[in-house]
Structures are given as structure tokens and as C-alpha cells.
């Protein structure tokens, strides 16, 4: 398996491809801004991409997933308390940030526990709520797709409609905490990181 990353965007969020070699089959994870540049680059590595996913439903995560879901004819998912924001821009907070973000609505819920598979390998969702309601993350044993819920050494900003500082740390310290240490992160934002560095390094952690 192997993940690629574009990022895109004013906020330098990032896009993430992840591919199975073997089936040549790739999932999209949060095609933020810029459609047209990422439409070239999904086109550009020849997958048969299979879903779009969305850690959570904010604007600088979802901008591209018509774009994506369209040319490639794949469906959207995202988990049910962040569905709304999808196609409200006051919600999803682009208003907020003087433009106007409007997404297609999901086609399926990721909740708690599912799994989406990729060739032979399988991901669960988990549910990380504080970001925002609906924040998931995409696991599985050597990697961790964070979103916004956490960042290398930080976390993201709980100051947003339906965020909890509270919440976002008990999600942490639940769910993400318990993980090897070896596990890679990819969050939404900023560079990867391991989960046993941030064990070590990240000042939420030990909140
Ligand atoms: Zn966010
Ligand atoms: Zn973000």
C-alpha cells in the first residue's frame, strides 16, 4: 500500500491517495481545494478509485468532492453529525472564510466500527469527535488517517461551531493513544508523524 499526498489549498490542507498496489485500487481521503489540480493528479497515477472519504466536513476538506466523485463516477462518504456541513456553507464554514463551499450530499455514513476495504487491506472508523461532531478517523495497523483531530506535537482548533476541547482529548486519549507506536499518522494538516512520537512530544496527550 502506498499513500500519496497533494497539498492544496490556502489553508495547505492535505489530499490523500492511498493505493493498493496489488488491485491498483485507491481511495481519495478530503479532496480539499483546487479541483483542477486535483483531478490532474488522481488522473495522473492511473488508479480505479473506489470511494471518496471525508475525515470531517469542513470546507478546506471537502471543496473537490463533486469534482472527484464526478469524473470518476465513485461514491462519498462521511460520518452522519458531519453530513450537514456538506452542503451548507455556513456550516462547513466556508462563509466563515468569505467563500462558498458547497459539496454533494453523502452517498453513504462511515460510523464507528465500520470498515472500508482496499484490495485485501482493511481500515476502521473510528469516531473522534471535538474538531467537529462528526470527525473520524481512518485506521488501520500501520497508519492512521487523523483529519483535524490530531496534528504532529498539536491538535486541531476546538473554537468552531460544535467543537469541544473536552471532547477532542478524551477522543484522543480513548482511541488514538492506545495505538502502537509505530502507527504513521497522516493528519489533515502539516507534516506525518507516528503515534509514538506524539506519545512523547504532543502536550494534549498528556492533558
Ligand atoms: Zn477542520
Ligand atoms: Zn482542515
Avoid at 474538531?131 to 485506521?139: F, K, Q, R, T
Avoid at 486519549?173 to 504513521?184: E, G, M, Q, T
Amino acid at each position: 500500500m502506498k499513500v500519496k499526498t497533494l497539498i492544496n489549498g490556502s489553508f495547505e490542507e492535505n489530499c490523500y491517495m492511498v493505493i493498493d498496489e496489488t488491485t491498483n485500487e485507491a481511495l481519495v481521503i478530503d479532496p480539499g481545494s483546487e479541483p483542477e489540480r486535483i483531478l490532474n493528479w488522481l488522473k495522473g497515477a492511473n488508479c480505479t478509485i473506489k470511494y471518496v472519504l471525508n475525515t470531517h466536513g469542513h470546507s478546506d476538506h471537502i471543496g473537490c468532492n463533486t469534482a472527484v466523485c464526478d469524473e470518476f463516477k465513485v461514491k462519498l462518504g462521511i460520518h452522519p453529525l458531519d453530513a450537514p456541513m456538506l452542503i451548507n456553507p455556513q456550516l462547513n464554514l466556508s462563509t466563515f472564510w468569505g467563500m462558498e463551499v458547497i459539496s454533494k450530499p453523502a452517498d453513504f455514513f462511515l460510523n464507528e466500527n465500520d470498515i472500508v476495504t482496499l484490495g485485501k487491506n482493511t481500515f476502521k472508523i473510528i469516531h473522534t469527535p471535538g474538531h467537529s461532531p462528526g470527525g473520524i478517523c481512518i485506521v488501520n495497523d500501520n497508519i492512521i488517517f487523523s483529519g483535524d483531530s490530531l496534528f504532529a506535537e498539536s491538535i486541531g482548533r476546538t473554537d468552531f461551531p460544535g467543537g469541544s476541547t473536552k471532547a477532542l482529548v478524551t477522543s484522543l486519549k480513548n482511541k488514538i493513544l492506545p495505538l502502537d507506536n509505530n502507527v504513521i499518522v497522516y493528519p489533515g494538516h502539516g507534516p506525518t508523524t507516528t503515534i509514538g512520537h506524539e506519545k512523547d512530544f504532543n502536550p494534549y496527550f498528556s492533558v
